[in-house]
Nanobody, 124 residues
Framework: QVQLVESGGGLVQAGDSLRLSCAAS????????MGWFRQAPGKEREFVAA????????YYADSVKGRFTISRDNAKNTVYLQMNSLKPEDTAVYYC?????????????????WGQGTQVTVSS
């Protein structure tokens, strides 16, 4: 069993930066791929970024490419999402997730464990 706890969300202005963290419990964290997803009110959950177990492979949604960076520190059982140049359309609840595989995926259906989410609100 893996438990995930996100933190770092908040209210910021357009153009600002935030760094989200996701702390994982469990010895197998370092062998699992991780992902970040988000869900805005009235919309489906969408892929944001994902990273392989060692961090050598990363995927990004086109909407965040060049602005967001996913990284992980396996010694700390933590994955990060650095978000720069935030836009109002980035407003959503952000979730981290992990899957019992080393390769990342962009599909939420392929993730086995989810955090409770952290709210990010970007004002214009």
């Amino acid at each position: 069993q893996v438990q995930l706890v996100e933190s770092g969300g908040g209210l910021v202005q357009a153009g600002d930066s935030l760094r989200l963290s996701c702390a994982a419990s469990g010895r197998t964290f370092s062998t699992y791929a991780m992902g970040w997803f988000r869900q805005a009110p009235g919309k489906e959950r969408e892929f944001v970024a994902a990273i392989s177990w060692r961090g050598g492979i990363t995927y990004y949604a086109d909407s965040v490419k060049g602005r967001f960076t996913i990284s992980r520190d396996n010694a700390k059982n933590t994955v990060y999402l650095q978000m720069n140049s935030l836009k109002p359309e980035d407003t959503a609840v952000y979730y981290c997730a992990t899957r019992r595989a080393t390769a990342p995926s962009q599909s939420p259906r392929e993730y086995d464990y989810w955090g409770q989410g952290t709210q990010v609100t970007v004002s214009s």
